[in-house]
Nanobody, 128 residues
């Protein structure tokens, strides 16, 4: 049974940092990609960053690239089956539930595929 479990969320002040972790298990073969998404109540879920498992190619989500580029970084640690989202210089607008997801089918870019498996989400709150 495939599982994705996020951790590392919490409350920070603006300008602070958090590192989210996505622990994956149960895959019979490596997924094509892991991505981080976020969602604010009443708004659509948006993709932030994704990374291909085989070769570590990353991509930004179209709707978030301008706001997170230079502040957020995605990385993978294959030996531990984990993918991380490093978030620096956090802003109140980054407040959301953050989800990691896994895609099995490859595509030209890691946001060009369908994400089959999802974690339960972890809350990130940025405020004074």
């Amino acid at each position: 049974q495939v599982q994705l479990v996020e951790s590392g969320g919490g409350s920070v002040q603006p300008g602070g940092s958090l590192r989210l972790s996505c622990a994956t298990s149960g895959f019979t073969s490596d997924p094509y990609a892991i991505a981080w998404f976020r969602q604010v109540p009443g708004k659509e879920r948006e993709g932030i960053l994704c990374i291909t498992i085989a070769d570590g190619v990353t991509a930004y989500g179209l709707s978030t690239e301008n706001s997170v580029k230079g502040r957020f970084t995605i990385s993978r640690e294959d030996s531990k089956n984990r993918v991380y989202l490093e978030m620096n210089n956090l802003k109140p607008d980054d407040t959301a539930v953050y989800y990691c997801a896994a895609a099995q089918k490859s595509a030209s870019t890691c946001f060009g595929t369908w994400y089959d498996y999802w974690g339960q989400g972890t809350q990130v709150t940025v405020s004074y």
